[in-house]
T-cell receptor
Framework: GAVVSQHPSWVICKSGTSVKIECRSL??????MFWYRQFPKQSLMLMAT?????????EQGVEKDKFLINHASLTLSTLTVTSAHPEDSSFYIC????????????FGPGTRLTVL | QKEVEQDPGPLSVPEGAIVSLNCTYS??????FMWYRQYSRKGPELLMY????GNKEDGRFTAQVDKSSKYISLFIRDSQPSDSATYLC??????????FGRGTSLIVHP
């Protein structure tokens, strides 16, 4: 089946540093990848949608200069949290779409970010 | 009013019980309805996918969609402790990005 990996699975960093999270579709090509943020006991909050080779589309209220997204290939997207602060601590989940339908969207295992 | 409403629970049931999880929604244009299961600190995995109204069964899971009432359900028969997880409903307009509910936490105790 379709597998999406994320790396790292968890990261702790100091306030002010930048953190990069990788998302890979392992056995399929994903023209579209999504980045979500999830707070405890809350739903998935879509941050941005990225298409291979083009700029990401950010949801309202998401700072694009803070959350840099690069979709360099059909199997790799990265999210960089720049100048991280404690309020950026959260569970970040990527998702990759293999086809045109919503049920072809597969999720990665998530990355837990803790900013001290 | 949120587009998708889902009671966060937790819902606690004994092993072997029939579980009923529900979501309501406000956008009558939604066509595709999904249920995801998310274990703690993991990404969601697709459980069930249905198009329009009706029922769909897959093993111990049954998804039900009532578009006239804007109400969807997921039933789990013979629930097991391994079913303990958060269940998120999601719905979309065609190929659009799905809108998720906040998830219901299910605990199945032995």
């Amino acid at each position: 089946g379709a597998v999406v990996s994320q790396h790292p699975s968890w990261v702790i960093c100091k306030s002010g540093t930048s953190v990069k999270i990788e998302c890979r579709s392992l056995d399929f090509q994903a023209t579209t990848m999504f980045w979500y943020r999830q707070f405890p006991k809350q739903s998935l909050m879509l941050m941005a949608t990225s298409n291979e080779g083009s700029k990401a589309t950010y949801e309202q209220g998401v700072e694009k200069d803070k959350f840099l997204i690069n979709h360099a290939s059909l199997t790799l997207s990265t999210l960089t949290v720049t100048s991280a602060h404690p309020e950026d601590s959260s569970f970040y989940i990527c998702s990759a779409r293999a086809g045109g339908r919503a049920d072809t969207q597969y999720f990665g295992p998530g990355t837990r970010l803790t900013v001290l | 009013q949120k587009e998708v409403e889902q009671d966060p629970g937790p819902l606690s049931v004994p092993e072997g019980a029939i579980v009923s999880l529900n979501c309501t929604y406000s956008n009558s244009a939604f066509q595709y309805f999904m249920w995801y299961r998310q274990y703690s600190r993991k990404g969601p995995e697709l459980l069930m996918y249905t198009y329009s109204s009706g029922n769909k069964e897959d093993g111990r899971f049954t998804a039900q969609v009532d578009k006239s009432s804007k109400y969807i359900s997921l039933f789990i028969r013979d629930s097991q402790p391994s079913d303990s997880a958060t269940y998120l409903c999601a719905m979309s307009l065609g190929s659009y990005i799905p809108t998720f509910g906040r998830g219901t936490s299910l605990i199945v105790h032995p």
